[in-house]
């Protein structure tokens, strides 16, 4: 079974903070993806990476970074944490590769932030 | 513009009552459309991956079914374990890197009541 885990379930940082969230796969995937996830508004995806160091915004970027220096891990970053970004960050994990258009995802458990 | 809307968002349920949840799309091409199950405070747990209209996929009291424009999943006699946000998601047809992002509906909130 794929496992995807984060590193924290809970989180609370102060406004201006840096704060780190790591998420790591297990099953040699190639491509791995940051989401938030608010009432109302669902699934947004911030950025993802289709391999080590490569990486792409998705809807919703601003006010974050991301690094993958290794295949299993993908840190996403708030440089000045605001209270806006108080939200559950989801990381997920697909297979990729170019034979492998056909690409589900799978999720951690999630990392729920709040920004006081 | 890439959309995907599910409907109700909301649904109460008797245990024994089947019914069905919608996902309704709008892409420019469709490499696949996924299911998945979200439990509250966890992350989404995937279900079906469906890719070509008329295909059908089952597991358990679920059936999903894709059409070119929609997609359903079928609840059939639902257990309260049922209960649940189901996430709908679709793949577009693309041969950037971007191909592999998935576009997410809002999902269903489903309850089952004994």
């Known amino acids: 079974d794929v496992k995807v885990t984060q590193s924290s379930r809970y989180l609370v940082k102060r406004t201006g903070e840096k704060v780190f969230l790591e998420c790591v796969q297990d099953?040699?995937?190639?491509?791995m993806f940051w989401y938030r996830q608010d009432p109302g508004l669902g699934l947004r995806l911030i950025y993802f990476?289709?391999?080590?160091?490569?990486?792409e915004k998705g809807d919703i970027p601003e006010g974050y970074s991301v690094s993958r220096e290794k295949k299993e891990r993908f840190s996403l970053i708030l440089e000045s944490a605001s209270t806006n970004q108080t939200s559950m960050y989801l990381c997920?994990?697909?297979?990729?590769?170019?034979?492998?258009?056909?690409?589900?995802?799978?999720f951690g458990p999630g990392t729920r932030l709040t920004v006081l | 513009e890439d959309q995907v809307t599910q409907s109700p968002e909301a649904l109460r349920l008797q245990e024994g009552e089947s019914s069905s949840l919608n996902c309704s799309y709008t892409?420019?091409?469709?490499?696949?459309l996924f299911w998945y199950r979200q439990d509250p405070g966890k992350g989404p747990e995937f279900l079906f991956t469906?890719?070509?209209a008329g295909e059908e996929k089952e597991k358990e009291r679920l059936k999903a079914t894709l059409t070119k424009k929609e997609s359903f999943l079928h609840i059939t006699a639902p257990k309260p374990e049922d209960s649940a946000t189901y996430l709908c998601?679709?793949?577009?047809?693309?041969?950037?890197?971007?191909?592999?992002?998935?576009?997410f509906g809002k999902g269903t909130s489903l309850l089952v009541t004994p």
């Open positions: 997920a994990s697909s297979l990729g590769g170019a034979s492998n258009r056909l690409d589900e995802q799978f």
């Open positions: 099953m040699d995937h190639e491509n």
């Open positions: 990476s289709y391999d080590v160091k490569m990486k």
């Open positions: 892409v420019s091409g469709l490499r696949g």
């Open positions: 469906l890719y070509s």
């Open positions: 998601a679709v793949q577009p047809n693309s041969n950037s890197n971007s191909g592999y992002a998935l576009n």
